[in-house]
């Protein structure tokens, strides 16, 4: 049964306003993904227009599903993500798996590997053991965000704004003083020959990792000041600005870097510093990096966290992980968060994690848009502030591109499935305990 969306229960904690709100989303989106994943698509396509083309379509399923987690977001403008949409519109049960799912392979998981990628960047730039600037830079993040949330939120705005500089720096930089390498970036026939081809299908799964975050917005709704009108702003906002950043740095990428030099490396964005800036490039983007990864790790703890409270306050065995401090800081909530990131670096267990975190991850944000649909027919009257433009294209549209990117890896991965619904039986174990009486 469909339920009216509650009262807000602690108004005095929206305090998180349009800027702080796609700051939130901006830093969970922005990820070693876009400096890395070029590599990987460069192997089996070599059109300029085809690569491009990729983070176009990734841009477009970001945009779909955002828009329709702004609907959502402004129904229920409660932390929590997933676990409250899919509890809304679905089952209570449904909901703990999402909120299970969030709270390992979607934060846990990604924070662990974006601090262990800060170490190594670190390294490279500063003589510190690789281990001992992941550790440092989680303990700075935590310590911000256990301070309080008006903190929280004013280090997430600047390191979030440092990003965007840093970025739009360095393809200002490549465009006026970047070698330029003969690539053509002409729609033709060869072009759309290889979009139609099963590598870029595959190399569309690396931009959408590259792109997870557009749905951020979720996890914090609690603390966003005037939701129905801040959210679907901010997530506009942010995709939009994600995406052009993406496209105009991997033209900047292309236009600078040989395709034969490219091919099977990770090191995309240091090769291209290096061809824009000299020897000393490739230290300069290494540290570029590492400061773009602390407005991610900051991001991705502040929203995870949020989860886990929301999972605490909507069980009655788990309510001690529900409580804030008066100052609105979820601390139990943020310490287990810290917990699970520390034992998934002491034992490198998140590698396996991520083998299937995304279909994981993908088919939580399919229900959750297909809840959409059932809510507009299901109930009518709820009030919605915001509704999904060129309604039901949209959601069709991120259904669409969804099940087909979920079906086309367990095709070329069978056992992925099988973890995956380990994990979905997992939550639903868990759920069966903490929620007997």
């Known amino acids: 049964m469909t339920r009216a969306p509650q009262s807000d229960p602690q108004p005095t904690l929206r305090s998180f306003g349009l800027a702080s709100a796609t700051a939130v989303l901006i830093s969970n989106m922005v990820g070693t993904g876009v400096f890395t994943s070029l590599g990987f698509q460069v192997v089996d396509l070599s059109s300029g227009f085809a690569l491009l083309a990729l983070w176009a379509v990734g841009g477009l399923l970001a945009l779909s599903g955002a828009l329709c987690y702004a609907e959502l977001g402004a129904m229920y403008p409660r932390s929590g993500g997933e676990y409250v949409y899919l509890t809304e519109?679905?089952?209570?049960?449904?909901?703990?798996?999402?909120?299970?799912?969030?709270?390992?392979?979607?934060?846990?998981?990604?924070?662990?590997?974006?601090?262990?990628?800060?170490?190594?960047?670190?390294?490279?730039?500063?003589?510190?053991?690789?281990?001992?600037?992941?550790?440092?830079?989680l303990a700075l993040v935590a310590v911000v965000q256990w301070?309080?949330?008006?903190?929280?939120?004013?280090?997430?705005?600047?390191?979030?704004?440092?990003?965007?500089?840093?970025?739009?720096?360095?393809?200002?930089?490549?465009?006026?003083?970047?070698?330029?390498?003969?690539?053509?970036?002409?729609?033709?026939?060869?072009?759309?020959?290889?979009?139609?081809?099963?590598?870029?299908?595959?190399?569309?799964?690396?931009?959408?990792?590259?792109?997870?975050?557009?749905?951020?917005?979720?996890?914090?709704?609690?603390?966003?000041?005037?939701?129905?009108?801040?959210?679907?702003?901010?997530?506009?906002?942010?995709?939009?600005?994600v995406a052009l950043l993406y496209l105009t740095l991997h033209f900047v990428f292309l236009r600078t870097v040989p395709l034969d030099a490219l091919r099977g490396t990770v090191e995309v964005a240091s090769l291209s510093a290096t061809r824009i800036l000299g020897v000393a490039g490739g230290r300069v983007m290494s540290a570029l990096i590492a400061l773009v990864l602390v407005a991610t790790i900051s991001g991705f703890l502040l929203a995870g966290s949020r989860v886990t409270q929301?999972?605490?306050?909507?069980?009655?065995?788990?309510?001690?992980?529900?409580?804030?401090?008066g100052d609105g800081v979820p601390r139990r909530a943020l310490a287990l968060q810290l917990a699970l990131i520390a034992l998934l670096i002491a034992t490198a267990s998140f590698e396996t994690v991520l083998a299937y975190a995304g279909i994981v991850l993908n088919l939580m944000?399919?229900?959750?848009?297909?809840?959409?649909?059932?809510?507009?027919?299901?109930?009518?009257?709820?009030?919605?502030?915001?509704?999904?433009?060129?309604?039901?294209?949209?959601?069709?549209?991120?259904?669409?591109?969804?099940?087909?990117?979920?079906?086309?890896?367990?095709?070329?991965?069978?056992?992925?499935?099988?973890?995956?619904?380990?994990?979905l039986v997992a939550g639903s174990a868990l759920y069966s305990f903490v929620s007997r009486r």
Do not use: C, H
């Open 89 to 137: 519109a679905w089952s209570p049960r449904l909901g703990f798996i999402g909120g299970f799912v969030s709270m390992t392979a979607g934060f846990a998981a990604p924070i662990a590997i974006a601090a262990m990628a800060f170490g190594r960047y670190a390294a490279q730039v500063l003589p510190v053991a690789p281990m001992l600037a992941t550790a440092a830079v």
């Open 147 to 241: 301070s309080g949330v008006s903190l929280a939120r004013q280090f997430q705005v600047a390191t979030t704004g440092s990003t965007l500089l840093i970025i739009a720096a360095f393809i200002v930089t490549g465009l006026v003083i970047g070698p330029v390498e003969p690539l053509s970036f002409a729609p033709d026939a060869e072009a759309f020959r290889q979009i139609a081809t099963a590598p870029f299908a595959i190399s569309l799964i690396y931009v959408v990792y590259a792109y997870t975050g557009w749905n951020a917005i979720g996890y914090v709704a609690g603390e966003v000041a005037e939701p129905q009108r801040t959210i679907p702003r901010a997530v506009v906002g942010a995709v939009l600005l």
């Open 310 to 325: 929301a999972v605490g306050e909507g069980t009655a065995r788990l309510a001690w992980l529900g409580a804030r401090g």
């Open 365 to 423: 944000n399919l229900l959750a848009v297909a809840g959409l649909m059932k809510l507009r027919r299901a109930a009518p009257a709820l009030a919605r502030p915001f509704r999904t433009p060129l309604y039901p294209l949209v959601p069709l549209t991120f259904a669409a591109l969804s099940t087909w990117m979920i079906a086309f890896v367990i095709w070329q991965r069978p056992s992925v499935i099988l973890a995956a619904l380990g994990t």
